[in-house]
Nanobody
């Protein structure tokens, strides 16, 4: 059973920064993709950023140039550095991880990010 634990969310003013962390544990197989999704009230869940084990990344257009995803493969931990935060970034951020035992992925419990003055 793979467990994902997110941390680092909170309340920040527009223009501020936060760093989210997600640690995966319990995987029998290598986790080859990890990513972050977010869901705001009344909105559908959307991909924010993803990173493969080899370091290839993918970002939503809305966060390019502001967010950076990184990964520590040895620790099965993914990070999301969020800079120049905007009110529209407010959402619950969910960590996702994919291994060969569960191609649809595992999900964390989510962490709230609120950007407000």
């Amino acid at each position: 059973q793979v467990q994902l634990v997110e941390s680092g969310g909170g309340l920040v003013q527009p223009g501020g920064s936060l760093r989210l962390s997600c640690a995966a544990s319990g995987s029998i197989f290598p986790i080859y993709v990890m990513g972050w999704y977010r869901q705001a009230p009344g909105k559908r869940r959307e991909l924010v950023a993803a990173i493969r084990s080899g370091g290839i990344t993918n970002y939503a257009d809305s966060v390019k140039g502001r967010f950076t995803i990184s990964r520590d493969n040895a620790k099965n931990t993914v990070y999301l550095q969020m800079n120049s935060l905007k009110p529209e970034d407010t959402a619950v951020y969910y960590c996702n991880a994919v291994d060969l035992g569960n191609p649809i992925g595992y999900w964390g419990q989510g962490t709230q990010v609120t950007v407000s003055s």
